[in-house]
């Protein structure tokens, strides 16, 4: 089951999921600096976790690593919703609870969501490659569509 990420760990992750490629500790570091006073050692340390926890996947490159997120964001998003969820003993509740705290946009969203889930295949992927014409996606829901599953570890 998916672990919610520290702060540091999340802040780490943010420039990796928005970036959409593979970053060094350097890169790294010298975007977290422009936020906070923070060593290499410790942003070294925090990927480093991140590889053994399976969030992200390394590769040489001369004498660093480059990191690659294994998951995305949504994905990450989506294993907490469902952790969450699965917590409760009134599924039902919980997502009715869950559906009154969301804005008329976030519920567009959800509709929309839905929608594609219940769409024929062709159509779903034809929506995931092109993304959906009839209404737009606000800011927060396109922030970070990244990784896969093994993210919960």
């Known amino acids: 089951m998916p672990r919610q990420l520290g702060e ?22 010298e975007d977290l600096q422009q936020e906070r006073s923070i060593a290499y050692t410790t942003v070294m340390t925090v990927m480093d976790n991140l590889h053994q926890k399976g969030w992200v996947r390394r590769e040489v490159d001369g004498r660093a690593y480059r990191y690659t997120a294994v998951s995305t964001r949504a994905a990450y998003a989506a294993a907490l919703m469902n952790e969450a969820w699965s917590q409760s003993d009134n599924r039902a509740a919980a997502l009715v609870a869950f559906f009154g705290m969301m804005s008329p946009e976030e519920r567009e969203a959800l509709r929309d969501a839905v929608r594609m889930v219940q769409e024929p295949e062709p159509e779903r992927e ?26 919960g570890r």
């Open 8 to 29: 540091l760990e999340d802040a780490v992750m943010t420039r990796v999921w928005q970036w959409n490629r593979p970053v060094t500790v350097r890169e790294v570091l």
């Open 126 to 151: 034809r929506e995931a490659e092109h993304g959906s014409e009839e209404s737009p996606r606000s800011e927060e829901s396109q922030e970070g569509d990244a990784p896969g599953d093994s993210a």
